[in-house]
């Protein structure tokens, strides 16, 4: 069964400050998503990385994939107080499955 | 608005009552899921239904009853619900098997007393 684990949970960043979010998953997963979620609302679809070294940006987020190491990162440049939320990763199983991290918390600070 | 549309958002019930969530997707997608959300959890798979069949059960108890009359609309029938089944309840759709990406509507805030 898939697992993912995400560290860290929680991260408070200054402004202006660069990071990176860490997504390992147990098994084989050949496609891994990134996803936000704001208090209370739903969950926004960021990234969807389909294969081995795919890298993909949107602004100052990007999120990179690496099958070999059952590893995807997801990195913060110049973090602005509107990243602050929660972010997911999210691998595929088997079947219909899609299984979640537990979430990284991100506050940016000024 | 992502094109997923859950309701209620909010909904009280005793443990003895019978209540359904709605979700509605208007995006021509043809599978849909039903998430939970609990708080320091991560979303826990509930049921997966693609071309109205359902394909996953992640072995939910027995008073979670899904229906899925057409790939447009889901259901999670709620009776003699625990408080520990307070939680948000996300319905999502996904896009097509290729990507997997699932698009989530806002979710149903559930709270048994």
């Known amino acids: 069964e898939l697992k993912v684990e995400q560290n860290p949970l929680f991260l408070s960043m200054q402004e202006g400050k660069n990071y990176t979010i860490y997504c390992n998953y147990s098994t084989t997963s050949d496609r891994l998503y990134w996803y936000r979620q704001d208090p209370g609302k739903s969950l926004e679809s960021l990234f969807v990385?389909?294969?081995?070294?795919a890298v993909k940006q949107e602004g100052r987020l990007m999120a990179s994939l690496d099958t070999k190491a059952r590893l995807s990162t997801l990195h913060i440049t110049a973090a602005v107080h509107d990243l602050s939320a929660t972010y997911f990763c999210a691998g595929k199983s088997s079947g219909d499955k899609l299984t979640f991290g537990t979430g990284t918390r991100l506050a940016v600070r000024p | 608005e992502t094109g997923v549309t859950q309701t209620p958002r909010h909904l009280v019930m005793g443990m003895t009552n019978k209540k359904s969530l709605k979700c509605e997707q208007h995006?021509?997608?043809?599978?849909m899921y039903w998430y939970k959300q609990s708080a320091k959890k991560p979303l826990e798979l509930m049921f997966v239904y693609n071309f109205k069949e359902q394909t996953e059960n992640n072995s939910v108890p027995s008073r979670f009853s899904p229906e899925c009359p057409n790939s447009s609309h889901l259901f999670l029938h709620l009776h003699t619900l625990q408080p520990e089944d307070s939680a948000l309840y996300l319905c999502a759709s996904r896009r097509d098997s290729l990507t997997g990406e699932l698009f989530f509507g806002e979710g149903s805030r559930l709270t048994v007393l």
């Open positions: 990385l389909l294969s081995n070294g």
């Open positions: 995006l021509g997608h043809n599978a």
